[in-house]
């Protein structure tokens, strides 16, 4: 059997900048939200007992994700994007039940991170879809 190079998936550059940006952006934020619970909690109304927690999944994710961009394999590139879209089912059900006393602040900081991790989940899923082809 021969391998022809021409017809070989070609890993899509763009999906490693991606992965990566999106790794960044959850390790600034994850390490952000431990090292700052109470800001949070003051100016978003974020509870310390969220913040921390979510702040440690997302430095555990932000690992996750630099490891997908370095080897860009299907399945954990999916499993990035499964949990984007996930991250942003999950803001807009604590949004529409209120299940955090979100101040504005916090409102407007959830819409626009579950639109940047929308964004993200989209662009992924593009870089995916070319690698494939």
Do not use: C, H, K
Request: no cysteine.
């Amino acid at each position: 059997m021969t391998y022809d190079a021409l017809t070989a998936p070609v890993p899509s550059r763009m999906l490693r900048t991606v992965l990566r940006i999106d790794s960044i952006a959850g390790l600034v934020s994850g390490a952000g939200l431990v090292a700052a619970a109470p800001t949070y909690a003051d100016l978003f109304g974020l509870p310390v007992a969220v913040a921390v927690p979510v702040g440690l999944f997302l430095v555990a994710l932000a690992g996750f994700i630099w490891f997908a961009a370095t080897r860009l394999d299907a399945w954990a590139v999916t499993a990035v994007i499964v949990t984007n879209v996930y991250w942003v089912l999950l803001s807009a059900v604590v949004l529409a039940t209120g299940a955090m006393p979100l101040t504005t602040a916090g409102t407007v900081f959830v819409v626009a991170q579950a639109a940047g991790v929308g964004l993200l989940a989209e662009l992924q899923y593009v870089g995916l879809r070319r690698t494939r082809r």
